[in-house]
Nanobody
């Protein structure tokens, strides 16, 4: 059974830095694209950043040059380094691997 567990969310001021982690159980991790998503109120869940099994990355325009996604296949963990956080980054952040989703971790940015 595959499980994804996100940690690292919290409350911080605009301009701050946060790192999210997503630890995966199961054997699927190293061969799958992993992604971070968020779901603004009243909107569809949207991609924030993704990283393939080979390490190629892509980002939503809103987070380019501020967020960095990375992975450690030895630890079955994917990270999202979030710099220069803005109020608009406030959301629940979800980790996704294939068809599997984590439960989400709340990030709240105050001005």
């Amino acid at each position: 059974q595959v499980q994804l567990v996100e940690t690292g969310g919290g409350l911080l001021q605009a301009g701050g830095t946060l790192r999210l982690s997503c630890a995966a159980s199961g054997r699927f991790f190293s061969s799958n694209t992993m992604g971070w998503y968020r779901q603004p109120p009243g909107k569809e869940r949207e991609l924030v950043a993704a990283i393939t099994s080979c390490g190629s990355t892509n980002y939503a325009d809103a987070v380019k040059r501020r967020f960095t996604i990375s992975r450690d296949n030895a630890k079955n963990t994917v990270y999202l380094q979030m710099n220069t956080l803005k109020n608009g980054d406030t959301d629940v952040y979800y980790c996704r691997g294939g068809i599997h989703w984590g439960q989400g971790t709340q990030v709240t940015v105050s001005s």
